[in-house]
């Protein structure tokens, strides 16, 4: 089972991205921006979700510096707030959601920096997919008989 540290100040915002996560399968941690790095090292994480705006630091600032010792975990950014994923250093911030998030948007942006998410297709007649581009930060249609996936925004190849 995969582990996600959640890094926020927010109760109610931890407690629904806790219940999302772990409908995936995932072991989820809760901190604050405080006690991060002894929890990180403590629990261990695969996958750190932190908020970007907290009382006394960033997310990314906060990141950057467990990446330092973990470079293996992978890190994303959560927001209230458009923010553009050019902005940060993309060998530390692996992704950007904006919050408050749905569940298959959620799943859409862990699959796109984890593929071990199994992938449910609810409809199989459904052809038409939406895929998270972790350069632009955007969810793109695009259809499965297409031979070349590329984000419409960024043209990152998907």
């Known amino acids: 089972m995969k582990k996600v540290l959640l890094i926020n100040d927010s ?3 931890n407690q629904i991205m806790k219940d999302m996560l772990s409908s995936f399968d995932y072991e989820v941690c809760i901190t604050d ?4 790095i002894v929890t990180v090292h403590d629990f261990r994480p695969d996958l750190i979700i932190a908020n970007y705006i907290m009382k006394e630091t960033t997310g990314d600032q906060l990141l ?3 990446k330092i010792q973990y470079p293996e975990i992978k890190c994303v950014i959560s927001s209230s707030n458009s923010i553009d994923i050019n902005e940060f250093n993309r060998k530390k911030i692996n992704a950007i959601i904006r919050t408050p998030i749905d569940k298959n948007e959620l799943k859409m942006a862990l699959e796109s920096i984890d593929p071990d998410i199994s992938k449910k297709v609810d409809d199989a007649d459904n052809y038409e997919v939406k895929k998270y581009c972790s350069k632009c930060g955007r969810f793109i249609d695009f259809n ?3 031979e070349n996936f590329f984000c ?3 043209g990152r190849p998907i």
């Open 144 to 146: 499965l008989n297409a």
């Open 152 to 154: 419409q925004y960024c």
């Open 33 to 36: 921006e405080y006690n991060a």
């Open 64 to 66: 950057s510096v467990i």
């Open 11 to 13: 109760k109610l915002q």
